[in-house]
């Protein structure tokens, strides 16, 4: 049971993972490549829809991490787990102090309504989420590394 549990859990964090890398590294750069108002409202109708779905996602990789830690205390990688779990808790403490706060903003500005300093609000959001990129990358290696 607690392969299965590996497994789920690897899959889950590892989806998690390569969408954030794509929002990062190919969404991201599909809509600043748009013109101003079209790059522009798909990142506000992107905030919305990940907004809604990011969070969820975050909490059950953190409850599964937290589950295979407790299941598999006794067995080697434990703390490899124990690790890629504080990572986690890390990453949702960046997205709520950092990035959530700037997408709330985000995700109601039209081209009518937008603050003048957007753009810049936007570029400090990226550099944001190419931390917490990296942080879930490594939670993510971690685990796949208890799996040895």
Do not use: C
């Not at 748009?34 to 990940?50: A, K, N, V, W």
């Not at 403490?93 to 609000?121: C, F, H, Y």
């Amino acid at each position: 049971m607690l392969n299965a549990l590996e497994v789920f859990t690897i899959v889950v964090v590892g989806v998690m993972v390569g969408v954030e890398f794509s929002v990062a590294f190919v969404i991201n750069r599909i809509l600043n490549a748009l013109p101003e108002d079209s790059g522009q409202l798909g990142r506000s109708h992107g905030g919305r829809m990940l907004g809604a779905v990011m969070p969820v996602w975050y909490i059950a990789s953190l409850a599964l991490v937290a589950v295979w830690a407790v299941a598999g205390w006794h067995r080697p990688g434990a703390g490899l787990v124990v690790t890629a779990g504080a990572l986690l808790i890390l990453s949702v403490v960046m997205s709520l102090l950092l990035l959530v706060p700037i997408n709330n903003r985000g995700k109601s500005w039209t081209p009518e309504n937008r603050p003048a300093d957007w753009k810049e609000q936007m570029n400090r959001w990226e550099r944001y989420h190419y931390v917490r990129v990296a942080v879930i990358i490594g939670a993510f290696a971690l685990l796949a590394a208890a799996l040895t």
